[in-house]
């Protein structure tokens, strides 16, 4: 059984697997029915399959089945992962705290919402994510393309994920209407807020900043 599923699948004990850049992760034996059937599931915390570009939303799926106690989960850059996983993370996995998806133009809107279900979500990031409605532009400067989260989603994020103190939204075409919002949060601090290369300016940066005395804040504006 050469496949990741099976590697997940008979070692119970395994806390933290790092499958950063496997290009041939499948995930599905032949047998991984019989697998999820049998209640076979790991005690895994920590998965790391980002960039692993071949990974498809069925193999994604069946990892996830064995994963009901993963806590930190990556899988930036992974290209095919579209909705239909996140949109079932809080059931498979609603333990996760740490979520990265950045790199990812498959994922839309109406999938990125549900993340508001993940109850014990924490950390998030959502860098160079696009195809999420609007914002989409090219920032003749450096001549890359910002990648489009509109300011309804991140505002709606922020303020619906009340656990949430740390928060990624690197190379997003946000300005200060999407992340204004943390101006009234009453919920969680917010400990790490990252906006480089968005048109966040300096002025709502510095009020988030009066707001969040601790906050650690990443910022370098894509008009400077």
């Given at each position: 059984m050469n496949t990741l599923l099976g590697v997940i699948s008979h070692?119970?004990?395994?806390?933290?697997?790092?499958?950063?850049?496997?290009?041939n992760v499948s995930g599905l034996p032949l047998d991984?029915?019989?697998i999820i059937k049998s209640g076979c599931h790991s005690n895994l915390k920590?998965?790391?399959?980002?960039?692993?570009?071949?990974?498809?939303?069925?193999?994604?799926?069946?990892?996830?089945?064995l994963c009901h106690n993963l806590q930190t989960l990556d899988i930036s850059g992974c290209k095919y992962i579209s909705s239909a996983v996140i949109e079932q993370l809080h059931v498979l996995v609603p333990h996760v705290w740490e979520l990265?998806?950045?790199?990812?133009?498959?994922?839309?809107?109406?999938?990125?919402?549900t993340l508001v279900k993940l109850r014990n979500l924490i950390s998030?990031?959502?860098s160079l994510c696009c195809n999420v409605t609007d914002g989409m532009y090219e920032c003749l400067k450096t001549r890359s393309v910002l990648m489009g989260l509109s300011a309804d989603l991140v505002r709606f994020l922020l303020s619906?994920?009340?656990?949430?103190?740390?928060?990624?939204?690197m190379g997003c075409a946000i300005t200060d209407s999407a992340v204004d919002t943390l101006l009234y949060r009453n919920s969680t601090?917010?400990?790490?807020?990252?906006?480089?290369?968005?048109?966040?300016?300096?002025?709502?940066?510095?009020?988030?900043?009066?707001?969040?005395?601790?906050?650690n804040v990443h910022f370098l504006s894509s008009n400077s």
């Open positions: 070692l119970p004990y395994l806390d933290t697997l790092n499958a950063l850049a496997c290009d991984s029915s019989r920590r998965l790391d399959l980002s960039t692993s570009v071949n990974l498809s939303d069925e193999a994604l799926l069946e990892i996830l089945r990265k998806i950045a790199k990812n133009d498959r994922i839309t809107e109406e999938g990125f919402q998030l990031n959502l619906s994920i009340q656990r949430l103190n740390i928060i990624h939204l601090p917010l400990h790490i807020l990252a906006v480089m290369n968005t048109r966040v300016t300096l002025l709502t940066v510095e009020k988030i900043r009066a707001r969040f005395p601790h906050l």
